[in-house]
């Protein structure tokens, strides 16, 4: 129930900036990461939380929604530090490596990382119920790893792939990090 909570609230809040953004004329996408800019670092987090318009937005919701219902079941402070790591790397990964002259923003990093941690967890944990939870989502979800891929149409389209590709990276890597294995070598140590 609180992971649904969550996740309901989250994505509220999403479009209530989208609201604010449209409504102040797009005062909002100056959170956007710009490349290599060293002040833009400070935008790192907040970027995840705006987004270029409703469509935008919309293409994320349902994603971020399930994916994050999925994540959050496992203990909401343990959700936190996923979501944490996830925004930092892909973030980090966008303000390296994306073009210069640039702006990226949007919850797909984090859709993305959700999606590594959900359907890699279970192989970490070695949980059986996880794991089937994490070969559904790859069944379900699994085509949108296109997006993590510099194609002409991610590329023509504008989409991040960079964003996507260390999305998944850091949830792959948040996966490992907050592995019920490795909490539990941590307090036998």
Request: a neutral charge; zero cysteines; charged letters at 15%.
């Amino acid at each position: 129930m609180r992971a649904g909570v969550v996740m309901v609230t989250w994505v509220a809040l999403l479009w209530v900036l989208e609201a604010v953004d449209q409504i102040s004329d797009n005062r909002l996408d100056t959170y956007a990461i710009t490349p290599r800019d060293a002040g833009e670092l400070r935008d790192v987090i907040p970027s995840a939380f705006m987004h270029f318009g409703w469509d935008h937005l919309s293409a994320n919701t349902v994603p971020l929604l399930v994916l994050g219902f999925l994540a959050a079941m496992r203990g909401i402070s343990r959700f936190v530090g996923v979501v944490a790591v996830i925004t930092l790397v892909s973030g980090l990964g966008v303000w390296l490596i994306a073009p210069a002259n640039t702006a990226t923003a949007g919850a797909s990093g984090v859709v993305f990382g959700l999606f590594g941690y959900v359907a890699v967890r279970g192989f970490v944990d070695r949980r059986v119920s996880d794991v089937l939870v994490g070969v559904g989502v790859a069944v379900v979800y699994g085509s949108m790893l296109w997006g993590v891929l510099p194609t002409d149409e991610v590329v023509e389209q504008s989409i991040s792939w960079q964003g996507h590709l260390f999305g998944l990276l850091g949830g792959v890597l948040a996966a490992f990090y907050f592995s019920d294995r490795r909490r539990g070598a941590l307090r036998a140590g």
